[in-house]
């Protein structure tokens, strides 16, 4: 299974603000995000992202998004208010649920502890970061601070619409 990471952010690699608000990305980023979930065909979020999203955005909502939808969480307690979601315990298990769905990709879009989750776990082939021209003094980050190390190597950037600049990466597998 391939697994894709895609996530948007400023400059310096802040996702969201410490609020949790992510209002320093444009639209297009959401646009961006639908367009690669659609082509995946299964998406995965972390618990908290989910939650974030549905209290904070009224125009953003995961529920329009034309793909499977995974949410990774550690409590067993954890109840969905709406149906339409898979509810996986850990990201081998987000993967198994994809895979026994008949996905062959697999689009990862945090928050950030799941991002490092998946990359400590060896499991992201691929990333996609959408780059706003903005930058801030602090917020939450990319990866959350944990104990790994991958080396990439650059597959492709465009400019996109709004100044947007989108790398995309290929996680190595191997180091030389």
Partial sequence: MKVILFMSMALNGII???????????DRNWKEFCR????????????????????LYKDYDFDDVEADRIIV???AKFCLPVEGYIVASSPQDAIKKAR?????????TGGSTLNSAFMKSNLVDEIILDIEPAVLGRGVRL?????FYKRLKLLGAKRLPEGIIQLHYNVMRKEK
């Fill in 73 to 75: 969480t550690k409590n």
């Fill in 143 to 147: 990866f959350a601070e944990d104990d």
């Fill in 16 to 26: 969201a603000r410490n609020d949790d608000r992510e209002d320093f990305l444009s």
């Fill in 36 to 55: 690669l979930a659609k082509d995946a065909g299964c998406f995965v979020v972390g618990r908290r992202t989910y939650e974030v999203v549905r209290s």
């Fill in 100 to 108: 026994s769905r008949g996905h062959k990709k697999l689009m990862l």
